[in-house]
């Protein structure tokens, strides 16, 4: 089976939101994995938010939206505090955020799929670097990312909600 990689339109925020709330009930059966919060991030209003800006994309195989990821030039307040690879700013770094495959399309390489699509759209769109992170519990990522080439820059220490802190190892790679 082969997919498709596109630019999300509003049709699609059902789907996406779909599978957050997948990821958002597998993370609960196993251990937390990618420590986010149901109530908090990632819902529907974050989708709906990319989707109006044109930073949503969404993997779609057979008619079905497996997976969707936010690709834009916004990078949280702790990159930076990092001293990241590559030094860049502004609309030089493309930031992936909030990768979700739903648990119906894992083990398909579409994660892997996706991150090579945003380097793709980086270079297009003239940026000299990829930024994202993870959880530090999510050791899937952690493996997916460092294999394809990533190098881990560090660990910034990020607020999901008043109640709800995390740390998140960051990566980037040269485009």
């Known amino acids: 089976m082969s997919g498709i990689i596109r630019k999300a339109s509003a049709k699609d925020v059902d789907a996406v939101e779909i599978i957050y709330e997948e990821v958002h009930k597998d993370n609960e059966n196993n251990n937390n994995y990618c420590n986010w919060d149901a109530k908090v991030y990632p819902l529907r209003a974050d989708a709906e938010r990319a989707e109006a800006a044109g930073t949503l994309y969404v993997y779609e195989e057979d008619g079905e939206v497996l997976a969707a990821a936010i690709f ?42 996706i991150v090579a699509f945003g380097e793709e759209l980086g270079r297009e769109l003239g940026c000299t670097t990829i930024r994202f992170d993870t959880s530090e519990f999510n050791k899937l990522a952690y493996s997916i990312y460092t294999g394809l080439g990533y190098a881990v820059v560090g660990k910034i220490l990020a607020y999901t909600s008043e109640s709800m802190a995390k740390f998140l190892y960051c990566f980037d790679k040269k485009l």
């Not at 990078?75 to 495959?101: F, M, R």
């Open 72 to 113: 834009n030039h916004i990078q949280p307040p702790e990159y930076g505090k990092l001293k990241w690879n590559v030094e860049a700013s502004g609309d030089s770094v493309i930031v992936l955020h909030t990768l979700s495959v739903s648990p119906r399309g894992r083990k398909r390489g579409i994660a892997k799929k």
